[in-house]
């Protein structure tokens, strides 16, 4: 099974309409097959506007060998992570309540 990843595209200054068609043309020719692309506008008067394009490609193999790299550290962060949070729970399997006063509302 081959993971897919989100990829985008920034378009920053198109300079003219006939450019920036021809510029969406050639992203949309270059899609893999069956991938729909999704078109955003970002960004702010301040630091300029670009138009974003998205979309899910297949993983390359040097993508799934750094993965499978950190793979079994992130498995090991993850599962010390779950321990503490277990011992601070103690043996009852669910955070301890605060048994002081309660609160009571006053209108």
């Known amino acids: 099974m081959t993971r ?3 990829d985008f595209i920034d378009i920053k200054n198109p ?6 068609i021809a510029r969406l043309i050639e992203i949309r020719d270059g899609l ?5 692309a999704e078109v955003r506008m ?4 301040v630091f ?6 998205s979309f899910q ?6 993508e799934a ?13 993850r599962e010390r992570e779950q321990s503490r949070i277990a011992d601070e729970r103690g043996a009852t399997g669910h955070a ?12």
Do not use: F, H, W
């Open 65 to 77: 060998e750094c993965d499978a790299r950190y793979a079994d550290a992130y498995r090991a962060s």
């Open 15 to 20: 300079g003219t309409l006939d450019e920036l």
């Open 57 to 62: 490609r297949p993983q390359t193999a040097e």
């Open 32 to 36: 893999p097959a069956g991938r729909e």
């Open 48 to 53: 300029g506007r670009k138009l974003s394009i």
């Open 4 to 6: 897919s990843v989100k």
């Open 96 to 107: 301890p309540r605060n048994r002081g006063r309660r609160l009571r509302m006053v209108a």
């Open 42 to 45: 970002r960004g702010d008067d």
